[in-house]
């Protein structure tokens, strides 16, 4: 079955600076790779989600970025805000299974 | 617009009681459910998910059950609650309506405190 690794585990910036947080599925059917955010003792909540078919979207201040070869994903926020800090989960799927998420990155963001 | 609702939302239980968590999701139909656990700080555990009524995928062995009894109520079930069993637990649905049923949604959680 599809296993995803996410790192870093925790990642503290500066506000303004750029956040990445990186991504590898190991099952090359997947083609659904979406991202959540879920702030402190709330539900995750999607912000941003790519499929097989398209390298790069972006959303504002936040983009992901696909490399199907090396099969990974990538979450880039730019101008990080106090607000950005959350925990932020990647997850892949592939038809027909449920979504399988990484463990999770605590984003810090230091004004 | 669809709507996800978990009661309740805080529970302090005793070792070795049962329990029954509820999720209903209004606005669509026939949505694929899930059940996560959440331990403290930690990340999402898949432990059921179901296609359609009656039908339920099990993705851990555990004291836990699940039951779908209605298209759009999903319920998490236990005879005899361990400590382990304390954490955030999420109900989430995807559904052709949200326009994919790779996406899924995520209720507001149910605390869950065993002691």
């Known amino acids: 079955g599809e296993n995803v690794e996410q790192h870093p585990s925790t990642l503290s910036v500066q506000e303004g600076d750029s956040a990445v947080i990186k991504c590898t599925y190991s099952d090359s059917a997947s083609n659904y790779f979406p991202w959540y955010k879920q702030e402190l003792g709330k539900r995750p909540q999607l912000i941003i989600d790519i499929r097989s078919n398209v390298g790069e979207k972006k959303d504002q201040r936040i983009a992901v970025t696909l490399n199907k070869t090396a099969k990974h994903f990538s979450l880039h926020i730019t101008e990080t805000q106090p607000e950005d800090s959350a925990v932020y989960f990647c997850a892949a799927i592939s038809d027909g299974t449920p979504l399988v998420f990484g463990k999770g990155t605590r984003l810090s963001v230091i004004a | 617009s669809q709507t996800i609702h978990q009661w309740p939302a805080t529970l302090v239980q005793p070792v070795g009681s049962p329990l029954s968590l509820e999720c209903t999701v209004e606005?669509?139909?026939?949505?694929?459910l899930y059940w996560y656990r959440q331990a403290a700080g930690r990340g999402l555990q898949l432990l059921f998910y179901?296609?359609?009524?009656?039908?339920i995928s099990s993705e851990v062995p555990q004291n836990l059950s699940a039951s779908r009894p209605q298209d759009r109520q999903f319920i998490l079930s236990s005879k005899k609650l361990l400590l382990s069993d304390s954490g955030f637990y999420l109900c989430a649905w995807s559904g052709l309506e949200a326009g994919s049923t790779d996406t899924q949604y995520f209720g507001p959680g149910t605390r869950l405190t065993v002691l």
């Open positions: 179901s296609v359609g009524i009656g039908q």
């Open positions: 606005g669509t139909s026939n949505p694929n």
